[in-house]
C-alpha cells in the first residue's frame, strides 16, 4: 500500500515555457502534498506543502507565481513551473501525506527537469 | 528553523559496519526517518523512530534518543548496494519533513 504516482519521470522544455508535474497517491487519501526541489548532491528542500482545496503554503524564498501548485483532490496535487528558465532544471519529487506516523510521508519517484 | 546534523561522506568495506549519526534541534518532535536515496532516483523508506530505543530490520537498525536529538542508522554486513546517500529527517510540530544534508556511503570491496 502507500504508493504514489508522479509523472512524468524526465522532461526537457525550453526557456519560456510552463511545464506540469502531477503527483497522484493510489491508494490512500492525501490530505497533505510536499513539493520538494533537489540539486545535485544536495538534500531535499521544501518548497512548498499544499492541503486539498486550499492554497499551497510555500517556503521562504520560493516564489509562488513562478510555482504554481494546485490540490483540487485528494489524490492529485500538480507543480506547474511557469516561465522556466535553465536555473530551474533539478529534481523535483512530492511527498503524499494521509496521515501521521510511517505511511504519512509517501515520496513520489520524482521529475528530472531540464530547461534548455 | 530546523537544524539537521549529518556527517557528509562515510567510506566502509564490503562486510563492515557503518554507523552514521544524526543530531537535530527543531521545534517539537513528531518521528525522526531514515532514507536511502541512489542517485537519480527518489528517496526510499528506511527506518522510523517516534520512541526511544532501537528498531531493527534485517540488516539495518534505527536509534533514537529524544532526550538527546540524537539517532543513528546502522548498516550491518554492508553490500555494494548500499553505496547511496542516507538521509535523516525529522518531523516537527508542523508535520512537515526536513532533511539533513544526506550522508554519502561509499563501500568498497
Known amino acids: 500500500g502507500a504508493v504514489v504516482s508522479q509523472h512524468p519521470s524526465r522532461v526537457i522544455c525550453k526557456s519560456g515555457t510552463s511545464v506540469k508535474i502531477e503527483c497522484r497517491s493510489l491508494d490512500f487519501q492525501a490530505t497533505t502534498m510536499f513539493w520538494y526541489r533537489q540539486f545535485p548532491k544536495k538534500s531535499l528542500m521544501l518548497m512548498a506543502t499544499?492541503?486539498?482545496?486550499?492554497?499551497?503554503?510555500?517556503e521562504q524564498g520560493v516564489e509562488k507565481d513562478k510555482f504554481l501548485i494546485n490540490h483540487a483532490s485528494l489524490t492529485l496535487s500538480t507543480l506547474t513551473v511557469t516561465s522556466a528558465h535553465p536555473e530551474d532544471s533539478s529534481f523535483y519529487i512530492c511527498s503524499a501525506s494521509g496521515g501521521q506516523g510511517a505511511r504519512g510521508y509517501t515520496f513520489g519517484s520524482g521529475t528530472r527537469l531540464t530547461v534548455v | 528553523g530546523q537544524n539537521i546534523d549529518q556527517p557528509t561522506e562515510m567510506t566502509a568495506t564490503e562486510g563492515a559496519i557503518v554507523q552514521i549519526n544524526c543530531t537535530y534541534q527543531t521545534s517539537g518532535f513528531n518521528g525522526l526517518f531514515w532514507y536511502q536515496q541512489h542517485a537519480g532516483e527518489a528517496p526510499t523508506f528506511l527506518s522510523y523512530n517516534v520512541l526511544d530505543g532501537l528498531e531493527e530490520k534485517g540488516r539495518f537498525s534505527s536509534f533514537l534518543s529524544r532526550s538527546k536529538g540524537y539517532s543513528y542508522l546502522l548498516l550491518k554486513e554492508l553490500q555494494m548496494k548500499d553505496s547511496a546517500s542516507y538521509l535523516c529527517a525529522v518531523v516537527a510540530n508542523d508535520y512537515k519533513l526536513s532533511f539533513g544534508a544526506g550522508t554519502t556511503v561509499t563501500v568498497r570491496a
Open positions: 499544499s492541503n486539498e482545496g486550499s492554497k499551497a503554503t510555500y
